[in-house]
């Protein structure tokens, strides 16, 4: 079994549509869950950070995590095109900078039709 | 503006050539890293530096080579060991042990062995 599972998608929606991405892990050590969305041929970027369990919004976006199920989600409210992206969940059980390395699920591709 | 530069955008070499790709952060980040993305497989961490002058291997490091001679500097070497070097590599640096866990990416750098 695979430390992170992400359905690779695609996953296309209409504009507007609640949009809801997932990850399941392996290890129950994992605390740090993280979002991140990259564009075509571009760096990923930072979309939200999570600390254990519970829910985290910002904006659109919500984050939750259900450390009991081993399960974290990111929810996509009023999708717009401008979110198609591909998302990536990553999650450590440690500080990053401690020891460095973040366990990064495979990317799930999402478009938004206009 | 703040952020991690790498360059170049993208670069073609000939089988059997090393190549180094750059990547300065101007973060004041202690932690740098080096990761590969191939399509459908994610991230793959390569190498990471907690301090200046230290670094440690990551899960693919066979092949690559980096210093840490600066703070701000993390250049990375592909050598003519590496089998399949063809791929996008992305340059992070993360904040602080005890900070925080989040890790930032730079743009980019896509690499062609023809």
């Known amino acids: 079994q695979k430390e992170v599972e992400q359905d690779p998608g695609p996953l296309s929606v209409p504009e507007g549509a609640i949009v809801s991405l997932n990850c399941t892990y392996s290890?129950?050590?994992?605390?740090?869950f993280m979002w991140y969305r990259q564009y075509s041929r571009k760096g990923p970027e930072l979309l939200m950070y999570?600390?254990?369990?519970g829910n985290k919004e910002d904006g659109r976006f919500t984050a939750q995590v259900d450390k009991s199920s081993k399960y974290i989600s990111l929810f996509i409210r009023d999708s717009q095109p401008s979110d198609s992206a591909t998302y990536l969940c990553?999650?450590?059980?440690?500080?990053?900078?401690?020891?460095?390395?973040?366990?990064f699920g495979k990317g799930t591709k999402l478009s938004v039709k206009p | 503006d703040g952020g991690i530069t790498q360059s170049p955008k993208y670069l073609f070499r000939k089988e059997g050539q090393n190549v180094t790709l750059s990547c300065e952060q101007n973060?004041?980040?202690?932690?740098m890293y080096w990761y590969r993305q191939d399509p459908g497989q994610g991230l793959r961490l390569i190498y990471y530096?907690?301090?200046?002058?230290?670094?440690q291997k990551g899960d693919i490091a066979e092949g690559y080579s980096v210093s840490r001679e600066k703070k701000e500097s993390f250049p990375l070497t592909v050598t003519s060991a590496q089998k399949n070097p063809t791929a996008f590599y992305l340059c992070?640096?993360?904040?602080?042990?005890?900070?925080?866990?989040?890790?930032?990416f730079g743009e980019g750098s896509w690499l062609t062995v023809v």
């Open positions: 290890n129950s050590a994992f605390q740090y």
């Open positions: 999570t600390y254990s369990s």
């Open positions: 530096s907690q301090i200046v002058n230290d670094f």
């Open positions: 990553a999650m450590s059980a440690i500080s990053v900078g401690s020891q460095g390395n973040l366990i």
């Open positions: 992070a640096s993360s904040i602080p042990r005890g900070f925080g866990n989040t890790i930032y």
């Open positions: 973060l004041n980040h202690d932690a």
